[in-house]
Nanobody
Framework: QVQLVESGGGLVQPGGSLRLSCAAS????????MGWYRQAPGKQREWVASIISGGSTNYADSVKGRFTISRDNAKNTVYLQMNSLKPEDTAVYYC???????????WGQGTQVTVSS
């Protein structure tokens, strides 16, 4: 079982930046593909970005060039650096870990990001 704890959300003005963190329990963090998802009020949860164990990254078109996902395997932590934030980025952001040998997803509890003036 893996526990994921997100932090770093908050209120920011348009054009501002935030860095989200997700700390994972367990000793096999480096094996997991890690991702960030978000869910805005009244909308379905959507994928934002992901990073595999080898470090390759992928981004949704809506955040490409503004968000950066990274991981520190020594700290069992994945990050999401969010720059040039827009009001449409407002959502609850969730951390996800995918353990491919067992086809199992783990989710954090979410952290609220609000972009507003």
């Amino acid at each position: 079982q893996v526990q994921l704890v997100e932090s770093g959300g908050g209120l920011v003005q348009p054009g501002g930046s935030l860095r989200l963190s997700c700390a994972a329990s367990g000793s096999i963090f480096s094996r997991y593909a890690m991702g960030w998802y978000r869910q805005a009020p009244g909308k379905q949860r959507e994928w934002v970005a992901s990073i595999i164990s080898g470090g390759s990254t992928n981004y949704a078109d809506s955040v490409k060039g503004r968000f950066t996902i990274s991981r520190d395997n020594a700290k069992n932590t994945v990050y999401l650096q969010m720059n040039s934030l827009k009001p449409e980025d407002t959502a609850v952001y969730y951390c996800n870990a995918y353990d491919s040998p067992y086809n199992t997803h783990y989710w954090g509890q979410g952290t609220q990001v609000t972009v507003s003036s």
